[in-house]
């Protein structure tokens, strides 16, 4: 085939068709005449020009430009995309606070699956690959292998009956009542228990929980559910059973769920909404203000850190590690954090409690963990927890009056007024402390948690129902007088949620001291929980432990009964001390255990 530069080398081209031609013969050779004599770069324009031309009737040919969109659409879909389109984060705002619906969705409706665009300000998914984790490795666990495993065994077993019997599919069972109560509407207990069930190697309940995650737990329920709440009870349950069973289902829902709480992030700060709707994935403040609550926006990493590692997908994790450096670079009080935090602003709420319990709690515990859940690699985490536990032993510890228990108090309000009291939420402290200590931070902070704990201890030794109330107020007054009372409970604050905390924290200074005591302490405390709140169907708060006669029962079992409290008995009485190697393992604040990732 001639191309032009090769008809340059001819004068002409003899074409014997026919007489018709003529013409035709005559205008061509005229045109190849003019076409020689350009200038190559006017044969060059001409080339551009053409091949211009070409492209755009392809591109605006009806159906071009909509197979080349479809292709990104799908390759995003499977994880192919090695660039994603940029667009305005303020604009998803708007996106955030109205869904386009046909009709206005109404609480309980379930959501048809809605086109969902993520917030790419929020993804960086140009990263996205192979998961960097090799597979992980199915754990076994070979059951209960001392009498007191197995009486926590059972009473896991009595718990559960009651639930199946009467509160199947539903977040809480109501043990007296034979009924059940509902908070998010995703079978909270089923997801919370699967890591306890697997753990304790209940194998046919465990099964019976899997199933009904495959079948039954949908995240499409047009509902504002707890951004903080869903992820350490739902998220991390996922991941935990996913890490230890091997079974990739957990992982699939753990990561529909991740991208629905995902838009609450869209915010102007880096400061996460509480509130997020999962069906039409809005998300908002809390109805009560604008402020997040600082121990819940800073106690979501871990889990969405080891979604995005898991899963090989970043934007997980990018989202909600720009919160933690967001706090990370706010003022401090010594390193303590006020309880709230405006999400609009990124600001914390001036004057507001600084306290380790109820909103502060886990603001702390998450610094320290997320540094090992990195391999030691993010060195701010670090450096901010042990800032925070400074100006902790500055501000907060206090002693009592007459047996100098120690403790950790509030301040409260603009004057930083010390308030000598703590809520049952701080006896987690103890544990993390010694946590600490075993990754190679200041040794004297083990004298700190030693202390602590010893107190929580106190108060439960010291109620007559061996169980402690949920906030406990300490004298500190000085006085010469032995009988009077270090410790005393009002009236409001007297009851008892089955919480896990002090448990949590005798776990972990067993592992690491291998002290029985603390097993000791654990058994008395474990048959509290026999004596007073065992009912037919379950187990049940109750409202008041300072009263054997009336205890008052809120007919009312919480989750993290199951997810932590019988968890942390079970490994607190496993004598080997090996069932969890805490060098390779982080537990999140719901007690589920997620790897360490090595640097
Ligand atoms: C749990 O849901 C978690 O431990 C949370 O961090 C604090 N409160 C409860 C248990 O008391």
């Known amino acids: 085939m001639f191309s032009p530069r090769d008809l340059s080398k001819v004068d002409y081209i003899s074409l014997n068709i026919h007489d018709s ?7 061509s050779r005229s045109v190849w005449r003019q076409w020689n004599q350009l200038s190559r770069f006017q044969r060059n324009v001409f080339y551009f020009a053409v091949i211009t031309v070409v492209l755009l009737i392809f591109y605006l040919l009806p159906g071009g430009a909509k197979t080349v969109l479809l292709e ?38 379930v959501i048809e699956e809605p086109e969902f665009q993520p917030d790419v300000n929020q993804v960086d998914d140009d990263q996205i690959g192979e998961p960097p984790q090799p597979k992980p490795n199915a754990l076994k666990f070979n059951g209960p292998q001392n009498e007191r495993q197995k009486a926590v065994i059972k009473a896991f077993k009595h718990s559960w009956a009651g639930y199946k019997k009467y509160a199947w599919g539903h977040d809480n069972v109501k043990p007296i009542s034979k009924g059940y109560s ?48 869903v992820t350490i009870r739902v998220l991390g349950g996922l991941l935990a059973a996913y890490h230890l069973s091997g079974d990739k289902l957990f992982l699939d829902k753990a990561t529909d769920l991740g991208d629905r709480m995902l838009p609450a992030f869209s915010t102007r700060s880096d400061v996460p909404y509480s509130d997020v709707n999962l069906g039409t994935r809005s998300a908002h403040s809390p109805k009560w203000g604008p402020d997040s609550s600082t121990s819940e926006v800073t106690s979501i990493q871990l889990e969405f850190r080891d979604l995005s590692r898991s899963s090989g ?31 609009n602003t990124g600001m914390f709420r001036e004057y507001s409690t600084i306290t380790l319990g109820a909103r502060g709690d886990s603001y702390y515990e998450y610094l320290l963990k997320q540094w090992l859940q990195t391999g030691k690699t993010i060195n701010y985490l670090r450096d901010d927890y042990l800032m925070g536990m400074a100006g902790t032993q500055k501000h907060l510890v206090k002693r009592t009056a007459v047996k100098k228990y120690l403790f950790i108090a509030e301040l409260v309000g603009a004057t930083r007024e010390m308030k000598p009291k703590m809520d049952h939420l701080v006896c987690y402290l103890g544990g993390t402390l010694a946590l600490g200590v075993h990754n190679g931070l200041p040794a004297d902070h083990m004298d700190f948690a030693t202390e602590l704990v010893n107190t929580c201890y106190e108060t ?12 406990t107020y300490f004298n500190v007054l000085n006085s010469e007088d032995d009988n009077q009372k270090d410790m005393y409970v009002k009236s409001n604050d007297a009851h008892n949620l089955l919480r896990p905390e002090l448990i949590e924290s005798l776990y972990y200074m067993y592992y690491f001291t291998g002290n029985k005591t603390y097993q000791q302490w654990g058994w008395q405390i474990f048959q509290g929980f026999e004596n007073y709140t065992k009912v037919e169907n379950g187990y049940t ?16 079992t919480e ?33 589920h255990p997620l790897p360490i990732y090595e640097a």
């Not at 304790?200 to 737990?217: I, Y």
């Not at 942390?568 to 393992?585: S, V």
């Open 21 to 27: 031609a003529s013409f035709a013969r005559g205008t």
């Open 72 to 109: 990104t659409e799908s390759d995003y879909e499977s994880g192919k995309v090695q660039e994603t389109p940029k667009h305005d984060k303020f604009a998803d705002e708007l996106i955030v606070d109205s869904v386009d619906q046909p009709r206005a969705a109404e609480a309980g409706d």
């Open 182 to 229: 509902e908070w998010f509407g995703l079978g909270l207990t089923i997801v919370d228990s699967l890591d306890t069930l697997y753990i304790m190697g209940l194998n046919e309940e465990f099964k019976e929980a899997r199933e009904w995650v495959a079948n039954s737990l949908v995240f499409t329920l047009n509902r504002d559910v707890n951004l903080f709440e």
């Open 313 to 343: 997908q970043p934007r997980f994790e990018a989202a909600a590690a720009r919160v933690s450096e967001h706090v990370h670079r706010l003022e401090k009080y010594d390193g303590l954090v006020p309880i709230f935090i405006n999400a």
């Open 460 to 471: 439960y030794a010291s109620q007559p129902t061996f169980l402690a109330p949920e906030i």
């Open 541 to 556: 708060s109750i409202g008041n432990v300072r009263n054997v006669q009336n205890t008052r029962p809120k007919d009312m």
């Open 559 to 591: 989750t993290f009964w199951l997810a932590e409290t019988l968890k942390y008995l079970y490994l607190l009485f496993d004598d080997t001390r090996q069932l969890i190697n805490l060098d390779k393992w982080v537990l999140n604040s719901e007690g």
